[in-house]
């Protein structure tokens, strides 16, 4: 079973920042093993890639976030988390935590949390 569970969402002024974490749990399975990331959707738009770290650490991000997201694990927290900077209304978006694999050129979810808001104002 795997249960994912994001917060940290909120409202924040343009230019400010914040930070998401999920924490998550597979039954009977260590979860460094896994590839994590985070996707959006903003209102209106379809689901969208934020930002993935691999069972290795290595790290992946979208362009439209680079330099201001950066991803991380606690392997020994089973948590991941998103240090969102230099925020904008455009990153207003529903936030989610998912587990992720490499398929046909992009990063793809296998299993969903419930997702947290992130709300920008200008």
């Known amino acids: 079973q795997v249960q994912l569970a994001e917060s940290g969402g909120g409202l924040v002024q343009a230019g400010g920042s914040l930070q998401l974490s999920c924490a998550a749990s597979?039954?009977?399975?260590?979860?460094?093993?896994?590839?994590m990331g985070w996707f959006r959707r903003a209102p209106g738009k379809e689901r969208e890639f934020v930002a993935a770290?691999?069972?290795?650490?290595?790290?992946d991000s979208a362009d439209s976030v680079k330099g201001r997201f950066t991803i991380s694990r606690d392997n020994a927290k089973n948590t991941i988390y998103l240090q969102m900077n230099s925020l904008k209304p455009e990153d207003t978006a529903i936030y989610y935590c998912?587990?992720?694999?490499?398929?046909?050129?992009?990063?793809?979810?296998?299993?969903w949390g419930q997702g947290t808001q992130v709300t920008v104002s200008s």
């Open positions: 597979v039954s009977g399975v260590t979860l460094s093993s896994y590839n």
């Open positions: 770290i691999r069972a290795s650490g290595r790290i």
């Open positions: 998912t587990i992720i694999h490499w398929a046909a050129g992009g990063w793809s979810g296998d299993y």
